[in-house]
């Protein structure tokens, strides 16, 4: 049995529609194929050469994993890396997401931003609105003919024209949950109706345990909660004419969801925690569930819940329904043109099966995922400790992949083929997350919230509504 909702409009307001209803009635752009063309890495010449003796060319690149066992590992493969290729020399400069943004800002206005970075969907089309980027096609092509890339890895980084991202690990969401609390690894929710039953159940007010960790602050870890429920339900930001779409009855079913879930499962504290918080609940015996990434296992290890934990796809609004969920592809973008060479022979140089299970099951187990398939079939991945220990969870993360997106990106579910810049202010500003504090801690009703989001996002990110949902009846 799906939730019940009051779809009822208010006296004197425009009725809402159904996103699903409008899809229905409208055409959208379908998804391009990958490109097929071979780009040959010059193991010579001034660009980027190899060659035994040459002057080697200087590589230096950002990234934000700056956890010290995670620079510690990437350090190792960067200096296997400059033994192997005697031509070309890469240096790391760890950086940290509450800083890049101003950093990468100020550095390309006085020219001394890095040869490359790592970087994120919304990330990295702020910076490619701007000029900043070079196009990286080639070399998302030859990783592709070599390895085989996953589709919905590729296209966040296609659009405007070009390929600006190539695509080097994935991270999806699951629900992790307690299997001594849930029913064992069998625990298999059939709808939205019966996961909010089972949470509730296992909710105990008294002693603080709580069936589910849900937040409700102004974050990105509440952006990212709200949004991988509306996936499930058909519920977007953006309409298929790249316009704001957010109040329609999927949307409002979604928040009435998540608030019913919040009041009856999760700790109250949760409109103001972070992520430390989220995974201090999880790892001491507080919160017996979590939508999210399997960012916490290895702090897992320490407690003696490590064997008590399994994993499941999100559950469907209803029976039937397919599961979805939000994912990031963390992907490398070039800003220099004379180098692309040079970092070329490095990136495909860490896509080698040897090379690349093992750097990513280094650098955190469970957590980064293969974005080709000669890396999700790398004996060097499947053989970490921790990925044999929950190698359930890992192969239904897989699962999970081919139907997870992110919000205003071309994907299979929307089939826009739009190019919305302004997905980085709608990631950074938290607009999302508004609209859960709304909805829990000023109390509104899913209506008012569905209805105030529409307006403030419409306001954040300066985007119109959509033609269809403005007077649509």
């Known amino acids: 049995m799906g939730i019940v909702t009051n779809n009822n409009t208010t006296q004197g307001k425009k009725p809402r ?15 391009t ?7 040959g890495f010059d193991q010579g010449g001034s660009q980027g050469g190899t060659k035994s003796g040459q002057n080697a060319v200087e590589l230096t690149f ?15 493969f960067i200096d296997k890396f400059n033994r192997e290729n005697d031509g070309i020399r890469v240096s790391q400069q760890p950086q940290s ?8 800002t100020s550095a390309l206005n006085t020219g001394n931003e890095p040869d490359f970075m790592f970087s994120l969907p919304a990330f990295t089309m702020t910076f490619q609105s701007q000029g900043a980027l070079v196009d990286v096609g080639e070399i ?11 589709d919905n890895t590729v296209t966040p980084f296609r659009y405007d024209g070009g390929t600006w991202g190539v ?24 709808n939205w109706q019966e996961w909010l039953k089972d949470a509730s159940n296992v909710t105990n007010q008294d002693q603080s345990k709580y069936g589910i960790v849900l937040p409700a602050n102004k974050n990105l870890w509440t952006t990212e909660n709200l949004y991988t429920l509306m996936i499930e339900n058909d519920a977007y930001v953006y309409g298929p004419d790249g316009k704001i779409m957010f109040d329609t009855e999927e949307t409002v079913e979604t928040l009435d969801f998540y608030k019913r879930m919040f009041n009856q499962a999760s700790p109250p504290e949760a409109t103001a925690w972070d992520w430390a918080e989220w995974e201090q609940a999880l790892l001491r015996d507080t919160g017996y569930s979590t939508n999210g990434f399997s960012s916490w296992v290895r702090s897992l290890q320490a407690t003696p819940l490590a064997d008590k934990f399994g994993a499941i796809q999100q559950p469907p609004p209803r029976e039937g329904m397919p599961s979805r969920s939000i994912h990031y592809v963390n992907n490398i973008m070039v800003f220099n043109e004379k180098k692309k060479n040079a970092i070329g022979t490095f990136i495909e140089w860490l896509h080698r099966p040897e090379n690349y299970g093992a750097w990513l099951a280094e650098t955190e187990p469970t957590l980064y995922l293969p974005v080709t398939e000669t890396g999700k079939n790398a004996k060097s991945f499947w053989d970490h400790e921790l990925i044999q220990r929950y190698r359930g969870m890992v192969q239904t993360q897989f699962e999970a992949l081919p139907r997870a997106s992110i919000y205003g990106f071309r994907d299979i579910h ?38 105030w989001g529409q307006n403030h996002l419409e306001n954040v990110l300066g985007v119109g509504p959509s033609k269809k949902l403005k007077g649509q009846t």
């Not at 159904?18 to 998804?31: E, H, K």
């Open 97 to 104: 997401w509450d800083a890049v943004f101003g950093k990468l």
């Open 167 to 190: 695509p080097m690990w994935d991270m999806v969401f699951l629900t992790h949950y307690r299997t001594d609390k849930y029913g064992g690894q069998s625990w298999s929710p059939r």
């Open 414 to 451: 929307t089939k826009n083929n739009l190019y919305i810049p302004s997905v980085g202010t709608l990631e950074g500003s938290h607009a999302l997350a508004e609209v859960v504090q709304q909805l829990v801690v000023r109390d509104k009703s899913p209506e008012e919230a569905a209805s």
């Open 140 to 150: 998302v092509d030859t990783v592709d003919k070599d390895r085989s890339l996953f």
């Open 62 to 76: 950002w990234h934000q994993e700056s956890v010290p066992h995670r620079v510690e590992v990437f350090k190792r």
């Open 17 to 31: 529609i159904s996103r699903r209803t409008f899809l229905a009635t409208t055409g959208a752009a379908s998804t």
């Open 33 to 39: 194929g990958l490109a097929g063309c071979l780009f």
